[in-house]
């Protein structure tokens, strides 16, 4: 499928993917570009990259693919350096996990169409590093791929292609609405299993007491600080409306507990009872 590819961000995404594409012979070579040595150390070691770089100029020289596997925050001025060095038939994807900002700065600074795709595989864990990749770990899981009028048709098709060939579903979304939806079904319920997680703990020792109920709601707490603030400063629209309308759900039913109104709580876990089968599929 590519000659080289220049993985920008070796962590857990990033070296899955290396590790994906090298067992599917997706790439004749892998180019991983990271800001610290010893993660590029663990990736050469783990064979999810042939060769490794500190520069991402040096890093992306002869690639026919980029994919920027590092934080949300960073996608936008590594866009910037790229723009300026990639080769014209290069295609450039990311797997950040907002959309809205990274596409509108794209659009606004790539010439038209751009070979940009922006991209953002659903699969996660609470863990992170290069130590943590698995060929598999994209199995079974949803890519989200950006779909607009200014984007590389031939582009896109090759990236939607890449995240088929290790073993996603490719669905296109307008990046806005990827940020409204995912703002409301990953990182608002990411903020509230921090509070509620933040709240048990003021309780001091109370370990024995945890079922697997606070289990569930607080599993994705453990995730990376850093990985939730970036996501949380480039979606900050939709994760403030998430938010109110979080809290108008609280506000009602606080006034329903106080007012001992017992066939409005009912009602209430009913609701969300019902909401939950239609979103989720077991």
């Known amino acids: ?16 993917l290396g ?10 070579r892998v180019v991983g570009v990271g800001r610290r040595q010893c993660s590029l150390d663990v990736a050469l070691e783990r064979g999810a990259i042939d060769v490794s770089s500190l ?12 994919v920027l596997a590092g934080p949300a925050a960073l996608v936008i001025p590594m866009l910037d350096t790229l723009r300026l060095v990639v080769n014209d038939d290069c295609i450039i994807t990311d797997v950040a996990s907002t959309k809205g900002a990274i596409a509108a700065h794209a659009d606004a600074t790539w010439h038209a169409p751009r070979r940009f795709i922006g991209a953002h595989p659903m699969a996660g864990a609470e863990v992170f590093g290069p130590e943590h990749g698995e060929a598999h770990f ?8 950006e779909e607009g009028d200014t984007l590389d048709a031939g582009a896109r098709a090759k990236v939607c292609a ?30 509230l299993a921090s509070a509620i997680a933040e709240l048990a703990g003021q309780q001091g020792d109370i370990s024995k007491f945890v079922g697997n109920g606070f ?41 329903l507990l106080a007012a001992e109104d017992g066939a409005g709580l009912e ?15 077991e």
């Not at 499928?1 to 899955?16: D, N, R």
């Not at 890093?59 to 693919?65: F, I, K, Q, R």
Request: hydrophobic residues 40%; contains cysteine.
């Open 55 to 66: 520069d991402l100029v040096t890093g992306v020289e002869g690639s026919d693919c980029v």
């Open 19 to 28: 590790l994906a594409m090298k067992s599917r012979g997706l790439a004749k």
């Open 162 to 191: 890449l995240w088929e060939a290790v073993g996603t579903e490719v669905v296109g979304i307008d990046p806005a609405k990827h940020d409204d939806i995912l703002a409301h079904t990953s990182h608002v319920p990411h903020i």
């Open 267 to 281: 009602d209430y876990f009913e609701a969300g009872k019902v909401a939950r089968e239609k979103v989720v599929e």
């Open 1 to 16: 499928m590519f000659k080289q590819v220049t993985i920008a961000g070796v962590g857990l995404l990033g070296s899955s």
């Open 215 to 255: 289990r569930d709601v607080t599993r994705i707490a453990a995730g990376r600080p850093e990985t939730w603030r970036d996501i949380s400063l480039t979606n900050k629209a939709a994760i403030l409306q998430g938010v109110k309308a979080m809290r108008g759900r609280l506000d009602e039913f606080s006034a």
């Open 138 to 145: 994209y199995e079974g899981s949803v890519c989200l791929v």
